[in-house]
């Protein structure tokens, strides 16, 4: 299930739904992106978050496809916020249930390096009066091309 | 054709989106790139440097030389900073 949202969620309510009622499930991994307020010296105020509605709901579908491709889970879940984030929100939200935890693991570590280099979200970051947008990572394209050169252990 | 602009290549622009009638001998993302560039400083400026620019067409990620039509939406922005 993929979520595009301004408002926040709950963390624990939402991972308990993905083994709620089905004892097949040997494991949930979850991992959840939070806004910093220091950005290497630099201290945040708040951040806005923009995204490309419509393509970013086609994008999440894809790669929430390709997880479950790629192994064998349960249920999977992206809730991806927008808007104006303070210090300390929750932005993001992966979280996969599989019988075990290898892949469960494995998925969520792709779903959330997949995301970060394909899903079309941009963050700009507010202090004082001034508005700087965020500047990719070489590093996460170095840990997307890790899935798609297959050199990363399943 | 529609096309979109998202993070600083829309404020170098300053227009969100706008739809403009695909001029007859341009076919690809590129070609439609350096009609773009030729339509004011704003324009030139987000376009100086096509190393920082990603293209979608119809909401998928595509390259330069990819190609389009007068139905197409086209959409350009920086690398994506989510998650």
């Known amino acids: 299930m993929i979520k595009v949202q301004q408002k926040d969620f709950n963390y624990s309510l939402e991972v308990a739904a993905l083994s709620e009622g089905n004892h097949d499930v040997g494991g949930v991994c979850a991992f959840s992106g939070l806004v910093r307020d220091l950005v290497g010296e630099k201290h945040i105020d708040y951040m806005t978050l923009e995204h490309y509605p419509g393509m970013t709901e086609k994008c999440l579908v894809e790669i929430e496809a390709e997880a479950h491709h790629r192994w064998p889970l349960e249920k999977t879940l992206i809730i991806h916020r927008y808007g104006r984030l303070e210090p300390g929100d929750q932005i993001v939200l992966v979280a996969v249930s599989s019988v075990h935890r290898e892949a469960a693991f494995d998925a969520c570590r792709f779903l959330i390096d997949f995301l970060k280099t394909n899903a079309p979200f941009w963050k700009l970051e507010c202090t004082g009066g001034d508005s700087k947008w965020v500047t990719a990572k070489d590093t996460d394209t170095q840990a997307c091309d890790r899935w798609l050169n297959g050199d990363k252990k399943e | ?83």
């Open chain 2, 1 to 83: 054709m529609k096309i979109l602009y998202f993070s600083w290549v829309r404020d170098r622009i300053d227009l969100g989106n706008e739809e403009i009638v695909l001029p007859e001998n341009v076919t690809t993302v590129e070609q439609l790139v350096n009609w773009l560039q030729s339509k004011g400083d704003g324009y030139a400026s987000a376009f100086a440097d096509l190393s920082m620019i990603r293209v979608a067409v119809n909401q998928e990620h595509v390259k330069l030389g990819h190609p389009i039509g007068e139905n197409d939406e086209v959409a350009f922005f920086p690398p994506v900073t989510g998650g």
